[in-house]
């Protein structure tokens, strides 16, 4: 499958990599493809995220993605969930980072090697959906907007980030295949 990927796309995956390891991470998540898309520049993923705004408002994706990781990778819907039930998030990530550190319910066991960082099942979902996305659209190759896609037709944190700051599947959609707009080439 690699071998379809375009020179933007692998170094989407390369940079996910990176953003792993840049926080000891012991995987590659989904989350950190996303933070290596919004990295990207003269790529057909990254006009989209310009196109609808996003470029400018990388700080407030990377608070959001850092805020969900603190909640222990739970979705603001999973949250609000939850305190229908009676159950305070945020009270319980505040007692946990008290006692044990800040981020202490992230999950995440620190990497002691500078080696290979497996890929989550998620972050394998989003590389397998993404090339299903590409034969959907009769591309010949996957390429880094082809990642975005596929992260924001997926259920959890990075879908719901983009979400909450305008991109969805529809409007990238909208931006790289158009209905008579601008389309990125």
Known sequence: ???RF???ARAVVKGAVEQAEAVGAASVAPEH???ALIEGEGSRGSFALAALGLAE???SVRAALEEARRRAGLTQAETDALAGLGIDVSEIVARV???HGVGAMSGER???WSGHRPFEKGSKEVLEKSLRIALAHRD???GDEHLLLALTSRPG???EVLADHGVTYESVTRVLYGDGEAKAG
């Open 6 to 8: 375009t020179k933007d």
């Open 1 to 3: 499958m690699f071998e």
């Open 140 to 142: 010949r190759h996957i």
């Open 33 to 35: 493809l996303l933070l």
């Open 157 to 159: 944190v990075p879908a």
């Open 57 to 59: 408002r990388r700080d």
């Open 97 to 99: 980072e008290e006692v």
């Open 110 to 112: 620190r990497a002691r």
